[in-house]
């Protein structure tokens, strides 16, 4: 069965799907409409962030929402359709930070297959050590690499960005980096 098997009901006609390989050389099963044959697609999702950094320390928010309320993270979220992946970066920095930014170079791409999900962080410089979180976080701070609540991180994805950050950090190099999360 594939992975996300989210959908019951046709978006065209309304009717119950069935999931089964479609007719048209397809080898994976799809939700197919029975009544109108639709085939609906399921594809992975984009999440987008930055690792913001001043000086020797980078910025992480205290969640506020579920899933992993109250755990640690690197500013992120669903990308929006019709925005770039740099643009829905910075949009959730000042959504979730209210940080004052300049977007940087693309720092990490991981993919997470286990959820259909693709990560991307850009590095981003911030401009002011004054921040606005906004209603999806109860506290923005900064933290140096020896400040890191390591068992307090919310996703993998974070951890592996931010051990990444601090590695490239040491070595005075940045590059980009692309991590399958099994
Ligand atoms: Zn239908």
């Not at 109108?36 to 999702?45: A, D, G, K, R, V």
């Not at 940080?99 to 286990?114: W, Y």
């Not at 590095?123 to 004054?130: F, G, I, M, Y």
């Not at 140096?144 to 490239?168: H, M, S």
Request: proline content about 5%.
């Amino acid at each position: 069965m594939t992975l996300q098997s989210q959908i019951k009901y046709c978006r065209n006609c309304g009717t119950a799907v069935a999931y089964r390989v479609p007719d048209d050389g397809d080898v994976r099963e799809r939700a197919v409409c029975p009544a109108c044959n639709t085939i609906h697609y399921e594809n992975p999702l984009n999440v987008v962030g930055t690792v913001p950094f001043l000086d020797d320390k980078v910025l992480l928010c205290k969640r506020n929402i579920e899933p992993r309320w109250g755990k640690w993270t690197l500013p992120a979220g669903f990308m929006e359709l019709g925005e770039t992946t740099a643009q829905g970066a910075a949009r959730e920095t000042d959504e979730e930070a209210g940080a004052q930014i300049e977007m940087q170079s693309l720092f990490t791409v991981l993919s997470v297959p286990r959820v259909g999900q693709v990560h991307m962080f850009y590095l981003a410089r911030l401009l002011s050590d004054k921040f606005a979180p906004g209603h999806e976080t109860i506290e923005a701070r900064l933290f140096t690499e020896a400040e890191i609540p390591w068992d307090e991180i919310a996703f993998r994805t974070v951890k592996e960005t931010l051990e990444q950050y601090f590695a490239d950090r040491r070595a005075g190099s940045f590059g980009v980096h692309n991590i399958d999360i099994a």
